[in-house]
């Protein structure tokens, strides 16, 4: 028995709608996906062919990287050495318009990675992926399935219909705070509105840079829409967002809040110290400084060492190697984000699945 | 907080001060009422002016939808006390800030009437020609430390190249003018003839925060608070500088020079690490980059310092400053906006004489040929 290592976000990858999720459709959708053959929502994020979504090694000879489980195990675990890793699914039933449709789609998207992978591999967890276009049925569906101990976090997309500390999704959060499953924002988009302010881009390469910037307005939207204050145990977990943007950004944070502090009163201390303690990172991709000084100054500059998640991104393709912890991490910080920190950002992964 | 700088090397620096002079790469002139643009428009359009105004893409057409947290952006001491807004009466703008500061030239970057986003392009280009006019007329003219840029509409290209024609040939004009949130990303084709024209007249491109292009300030939507808002003008920068490099600008123009106002430093070097890290994987996608996106970063652009970044260390607004490059900052107030940064305070961290004489005076002196 090797060590724990969580790997905090991997992604099993969906077939297709009428393949992988038709056995848990109900009659309705079932019908409805045949007929009006409803198929083909790999989202325009991560196109499976586009070298980022899969590494050459890690792609199966039939199918998309990620949707052959014995592949899977062997990469994410033999391979990367992990002991466990949280399963995110990124197929489109985020993206969905027809909130029915959304929260059928998620709903087959949970029940199937409950039926084959999670009871098929006991060292794998996964996220609830939600439909967070219609917030009650996003609780409705975690509360489905807030009883199975494997599912450990709620999935949504970076970039979404609204920023997502609007209170229009505040029910959901205390759906999740009371079930101790934190949020997880993932990069992705529903391609609602551009990727940035200044519009759409011609370049996958443009969008994927640009989601760090929405990774960091979701962050103050958060703090400033005073979710933490009214969801004191919550918290909020950036899978695939980077992570060097942090210290500059939390300085800027720190010192707007300073001069415009007076329309948000409810956020009485500094954004940054609500992010120590609030906001989570996977650390892949980490977008490193070159250097091992570099990379020292932005782990002091972030002054938390429990903010860090290790994470491979299995089967994206962030690294090459067996090794998915970035270079010059700092030992302190390595053996904290392999598990302690997984340990207590998602308080189920200790519960007996 | 040991390393913060204290009391003896504040007054080390205000010797400094004595021997060297400040360009400062923004500052905002205002017009003191919009009649002060009559004299350059046509009648149909102080008529247009008059009756329909602005039209942008904002839902209101006397303020901003995200309410500043004071008066017209301003600082509240800015008011000049003859009446009319801050940053509307010179004589007060030398008083407050020109002589005391010991400003050796001050690049005016004028916000009124915001024409890179007005909807309608004639009238853009009419209000465009006039408050070029007038900021020679009411600034260039009575003050020659303050030295005009050329406002330049980007998102009806041939009327900005034919007013960049005009106003080039006066040689009076420091840089071309276009905003960050246009209707396309600035990195786009239909904006490249302005960039040939930039480059061939030797004019820096200025970007400054701000404009109207129909988006959401962020990737996720409309924030509620002006707190976020604020802080967006960091990441449509950075989006800015993603798409220039991206879309090939720089291979295309290689003797381009781009200027970055108001989007402060912090996040550039991250932003660089981040297209670097990342460029082997999409590198297929974007033949037409022939280096690192860095390489490009540090050769083409240059960033002013406000609002700069205010970490508890000063050792680390010591690394930002040494990641981005010295040689690639310009110090710049804001002024007479309430995010104002003071010459005398806003760097507390050592800097040697040689690195305060670059931020301070002789990049800008370079870059803008001074």
């Keep these: 028995m090797s060590a724990t290592r969580i790997d905090c976000d991997i992604h099993p990858a969906v077939g297709g709608t009428r393949t992988t999720l038709l056995p848990y459709l109900d009659d309705h959708w079932k019908e409805q996906v045949v007929s009006r053959a409803i198929d083909g929502l790999d989202l325009t994020s991560y196109p499976p062919n586009m070298p980022l979504s899969g590494r050459a090694d890690w792609r199966p000879a039939n199918g998309k990287p990620g949707s052959d489980l014995a592949m899977v195990q062997r990469g994410a675990f033999d391979q990367l050495g992990s002991s466990h890793a949280i399963c995110n699914v990124l197929y489109g039933a985020q993206a969905v318009y027809d909130p029915y449709m959304a929260s059928a789609f998620c ?98 390469y443009e969008y994927y840079l640009a989601e760090a910037q929405a990774f960091q307005a979701q962050v103050l939207s958060l703090i400033y829409e005073g979710v933490f204050g009214k969801f004191p145990g919550l918290k909020v977990v950036l899978m695939e967002s980077g992570v060097s943007w942090l210290p500059a950004f939390m300085w800027r944070a720190n010192k707007t809040w300073r001069g415009v502090r007076v329309e948000v009163p409810w956020v009485e201390r500094e954004p940054a110290s609500i992010m120590r303690d609030h906001i989570r990172l996977t650390t892949q991709p980490f977008d490193s400084p070159p250097d091992a000084k570099g990379v020292a100054d932005i782990i002091d500059m972030i002054d938390c060492d429990k903010m860090f998640l290790f994470a491979s991104d299995y089967p994206h393709w962030q690294f090459d190697g067996d ?31 | 907080m040991s390393d ?12 400094a001060k004595s021997r060297l002079r400040i360009i400062d790469c923004d500052i905002h002139p ?38 500043r947290s004071s008066p017209l952006i301003a600082r509240r001491d800015a008011w000049p006390p003859t009446g009319g807004p801050p940053g509307s009466d010179l004589a007060f703008m030398r008083k407050q800030h020109l002589d005391p500061f010991d400003v050796e030239f001050g690049i005016l970057q004028v916000l009124d009437l915001f024409i890179f986003s007005q909807q309608n392009l004639d009238f853009g280009a009419a209000i465009q020609r006039a408050i070029n006019e007038w900021q020679l007329a009411y600034w260039s003219d009575r003050d020659p430390r303050l030295k005009a840029s050329i406002l330049a509409g980007q998102d009806d290209t041939e009327a900005a190249i034919a007013e960049i024609e005009r106003c080039a040939k006066t040689g009076r004009y420091v840089q071309i003018n276009v905003c960050p949130r246009a209707n396309e990303p600035l990195g786009r084709h239909r904006y490249w003839p302005i960039y040939a024209r930039a480059e061939e007249l030797g004019l820096p491109l200025g970007i400054h925060v701000g404009g109207y292009g129909g988006h959401a300030p962020t990737g996720g939507g409309w ?35 781009i200027v970055f106002i108001e989007g402060g430093f912090g996040w550039i070097s991250s932003a660089m690490w981040r297209m670097d890290q990342h460029f082997e994987r999409f590198r297929d996608e974007v033949p037409h980059l022939k280096r ?79």
């Excluded at chain 2, 003191?32 to 350059?40: E, G, K």
């Excluded at chain 2, 604020?230 to 600008?249: C, D, K, R």
């Design chain 2, 30 to 67: 205002s017009l003191h009422s919009r009649a002060d643009l009559n004299p350059f428009l046509t009648k149909r359009w102080q008529e247009h002016l008059k009756s329909y105004g602005d039209h942008l893409r904002t839902p209101y057409i006397g303020t901003t939808p995200y309410p």
């Design chain 1, 323 to 353: 090794d998915a912890i970035p270079p010059h991490l700092p030992a302190s910080i390595v053996s904290r984000m392999c598990a302690d920190n997984p340990l207590e950002t998602f308080p189920r992964l200790s519960l007996a699945a």
């Design chain 2, 4 to 15: 913060v700088i204290d009391r003896p090397l504040l007054e080390q620096e205000a010797t």
């Design chain 2, 223 to 257: 924030p509620s608070y002006y707190a976020e808002e604020h802080q967006s003008n960091a990441h449509s920068m950075a989006a800015t500088l993603t798409s220039f490099v991206i879309e090939g600008v720089l291979e295309r123009f290689p003797r381009l020079k």
């Design chain 1, 107 to 204: 709903k087959a998207i949970n029940d199937w990675i409950a039926a084959e992978w999670l009871a098929r591999d006991l060292r794998l967890r996964a996220s609830i992926v939600v439909p967070m276009q219609a917030p009650d049925l996003a609780i409705e569906e975690i509360e489905r399935r807030a009883g199975d101990n494997r599912f450990v976090s709620v999935l949504v997309l970076a970039q979404g219909e609204s920023l997502l500390g609007r209170r229009h999704y505040w029910p959901v959060y205390r759906a999740a705070e009371k079930h101790k499953l934190p949020i997880a924002i993932h990069a992705g988009s529903q391609y609602r509105g551009a990727p940035s302010s200044i519009g759409w881009p011609s370049y996958r």
């Design chain 2, 292 to 370: 690192r996106p860095s390489e490009y970063v540090r050769e083409h652009f240059w960033f002013t310092t406000q609002p700069i970044d205010e970490p508890d260390e000063a050792r680390h607004l010591r690394s930002l400053i040494e990641w981005v490059g010295v040689d690639r900052l310009l110090f710049s107030s804001d002024y007479p906006h309430w995010d104002f940064d003071d010459p005398r305070f806003a760097f507390r961290t050592p800097l040697s004489e040689a690195e305060r004489l670059k931020i301070f005076n002789s990049n800008a002196r370079a870059l803008y040929k001074l």
